[in-house]
């Protein structure tokens, strides 16, 4: 007889089933999750006090980190973390440098960590009730908050917890084109598939929006040709006499508008979309309108902000993240939607998740209000991030982060060597380094763009600052995301120094 059938029959009382010390439940249990915790971090504490990356390339740790994820025999906690604090620890970008501005990759506030481990151990899943029963409630009521916060009537908006703005925004452009075809052709996509007239639709959104409204286009089987881009202005908005044009010609074409995307902060410039002008478009045509403020939806706490946000609330869906502008670790973002009826045009009942019994008994299961079947529970960082520090806590820091740039924007624009694309809206301040000197070869601009993409690449080689660069107008760029509350106007400086010393010294041959 096997251990396992011998203990099913009780014979050997004193046998412990393996889980018992890797899993909790158990006094051992306890004991070691508390070991690995305080191990975990002190592995995080051992190395944020350092620069903001290593400098390790590519090949290197592909080196580096060459072992067996899947030995015969395990090595143990204290070794298995020590190994990982070591090669992959060190070896990652520190979030919280005040130099590590590159990306829209922020710093985690530290009651969002704490929520991040308490969501993981109790592991609910976020599908069905009885899954997550009191985070089924947290959920409803952060989705609740953040629709008045964006000023929806709470009695008729609804939304879901999302894994980021791809996933929000895919909803969106899912239940707009449902809604469109259910309300032209009085047919329901989910379960008859896509009209004859498919490849007429049409979804607009500003040359200066995110890649995601294409990819939604494609998923949605509309193809990324569906995407109509339409012109920006001088401050990279969507301009709504362009999109009026648009719209005449597609209607000359006897195409069929459905979505009208408007950004409320672009990945690099932050720039804001003129949503109430867009609204009065959407209208007119009878167009969904959703807004993507995965990076500017957090301007919503800010009374200093909030106005640059004015119309949000004639969206019919918006996409917010919590994992940019609001500090909290990946993922973690939002979907909301003005009138959740819209949610019927992808309903669905699956008799083991959320038996169409439950509904009727007021239980609420949210897999209907999700792409996602299992899913985390995400709503807890942004619920006790906001709770520990309040509306004007979390609101303080993302103001702080605005006003950074504007400081750096014009240290920038004060620097013969440097020049700035555009004054930023956001925290995104985009520049390049200018060349001082002049040289028959290097007077074209791919020698001043070879420049600015050797400067970026050698900041991040040698750990100086993790900077991101982009293309403006076709040239090379240098851009800093200034996410993080703890970097000071000095600390920009002193990266700008950096950039300097590099471009000039790229310039006079001092480095091949
Ligand atoms: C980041 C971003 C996205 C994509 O969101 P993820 O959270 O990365 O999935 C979409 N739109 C905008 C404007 C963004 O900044």
Partial sequence: MNDHRRRLRGDDAAETPPGVGTFLGTGAGSAA????????????????????????????LADELAVDPLPETGEGLDETLAWVREHVLANSVVTSHPTCVAHLQCPTAIP?????????????????????????VVEETMVEELCSLFGYDTDAADGVFTSGGTASNLLGLLLARDRYVAETFDRRVQDEGLPAEASDLRILCSDT???????????????????????????????????????????????RPFALVATAGTTDFGSVDPLPALADRAADHDLWFHVDAAYG????????????????????????????????????????VRDGR???????????????TDEAAGVPNLVGKS?????????????????????????????????????????????????????????AVVFRYRPLRSHPDRETGDWVDAVNRRIRDHLLERGLGVVARTEVDGDAYLKLTLLNPQTTVDDVADLLVSVKQYGAAVESEVVE
């Avoid at 969002?112 to 089924?136: G, I, K, R, Y």
């Fill in 371 to 427: 792409l996602a079947t299992t899913r985390r529970f995400d709503a807890l960082k942004p619920f006790v991030t906001f709770r520990t520090l309040g509306r004007e806590g979390v609101a303080e820091l993302v103001d702080y982060t605005l006003a950074l740039a504007d400081d750096v924007a014009e240290l920038v624009e004060r620097d013969p060597a440097l020049e700035l694309a555009a004054d930023p809206t956001l925290n």
């Fill in 209 to 255: 929006g995110h890649f995601t409204a294409e990819q939604s286009a494609a998923v949605l089987g509309l193809g990324e040709e569906a995407v109509v881009s339409v012109l920006t202005d001088d401050d990279y908005r969507m301009d709504p006499e362009a999109l009026d044009a648009e719209l005449e010609r597609l209607d000359e074409d006897g195409k």
């Fill in 33 to 60: 999750y508390r070991r690995a915790m305080d191990a975990a971090v002190d592995a995080v504490l051992d190395v944020t006090a350092d620069g903001p990356y290593s400098g390790a390339t590519y090949d290197e």
């Fill in 297 to 336: 939806g957090a301007l919503a706490v800010s009374d200093t902000h909030r106005e640059k946000l004015a119309g949000v609330d004639r969206a019919d869906s918006v996409a917010v993240d919590f994992h940019k502008l609001l500090y909290q670790p990946i993922s973690c973002g939002a979907f909301l």
């Fill in 112 to 136: 969002a960590l704490a929520a991040e481990t308490m969501l993981s151990a109790v592991n609910q899943s976020m599908d069905s009730w009885d899954q997550s029963p009191a985070a089924t």
């Fill in 342 to 356: 819209h949610y019927d045009l992808i309903d669905r009942n699956a008799s083991y998740l959320n038996p169409e």
